[in-house]
């Protein structure tokens, strides 16, 4: 079986899904074009999604790919993160970054129950 089958596409393009760089836009166009679309959702609240998903099926009737993380959230540790900024100390003096107010980057959200109970994804 081609991927083309598989997905119901017309070329064999997947469109890797690029969290916190893209929203629905690129995943319909993709799709529109005849690969097989993808949204990134593991920077989506379950409101966020529903809401990219009403877009999405609004401007296309093509398939599209929902990319979720399945991992356990980590949990924050002063210590550890005490240790990399020592480890890079050098860096942020050569660069004159103070460490203390880097803010720490979005949250991957894993795949949660909030997310599978979402009607439009099921649909």
Not at 74 to 86: F, H, I, K
Not at 102 to 120: H, I, Q, T, Y
């Amino acid at each position: 079986m081609s991927i083309q089958e598989l997905f119901g596409i017309q070329i064999p393009i997947i469109q890797a899904p690029m969290a916190g760089v893209q929203n629905s836009a690129l995943a319909i166009a993709v799709s529109n074009a005849g690969g097989l679309g993808s949204l990134p959702c593991a920077l989506l609240t379950s409101d966020a999604l529903r809401a990219e998903l009403e877009t999405v099926r609004a401007q296309s009737s093509r398939p599209f790919n929902l990319n979720f993380f399945c991992h356990e959230a980590p949990v924050p540790n002063d210590e550890l993160l005490s240790g990399w900024q020592a480890l890079f100390a050098d860096y942020y003096s050569e660069f004159g970054i103070d460490p203390s107010v880097v803010p720490s980057g979005p949250a991957r959200m894993p795949f949660n129950r909030d997310m599978a109970d979402l009607e439009l994804i099921r649909k």
